[in-house]
Nanobody, 114 residues
């Protein structure tokens, strides 16, 4: 059984920054892809960014140049550094990992508002 624990969400003003973290724990698992999705009210969940085991990254167009995904394999942790935040970035952010299955975090709220 693999568990993901997220942290780092909150309320921030437009133009501000937040850093999300997601730590995976469990036994006998290896991680391939790690990433983040987000879901705004009334909208479908969408991929924000992902990173492979070889550190190949991919970003959704609206966050390119503002968000940076990274991972620490020794800690089984993925990060999402979010800069120049906009009100449209407001959503619940979910981390995931691709292992023998797809595992999801519980979600963390990010609110960008003045």
């Amino acid at each position: 059984q693999v568990q993901l624990v997220e942290s780092g969400g909150g309320l921030v003003q437009p133009g501000g920054s937040l850093r999300l973290s997601c730590a995976a724990s469990g036994s006998d698992f290896s991680i391939n892809v790690m990433g983040w999705y987000r879901q705004a009210p009334g909208k479908e969940r969408r991929l924000v960014a992902r990173i492979t085991s070889r550190d190949i990254t991919m970003y959704e167009d609206s966050v390119k140049g503002r968000f940076t995904i990274s991972r620490n394999n020794a800690k089984n942790t993925v990060y999402l550094q979010m800069n120049s935040l906009k009100p449209e970035d407001t959503a619940v952010y979910y981390c995931y990992i691709s292992s023998d299955h797809i595992y999801w975090g519980q979600g963390t709220q990010v609110t960008v508002s003045s």
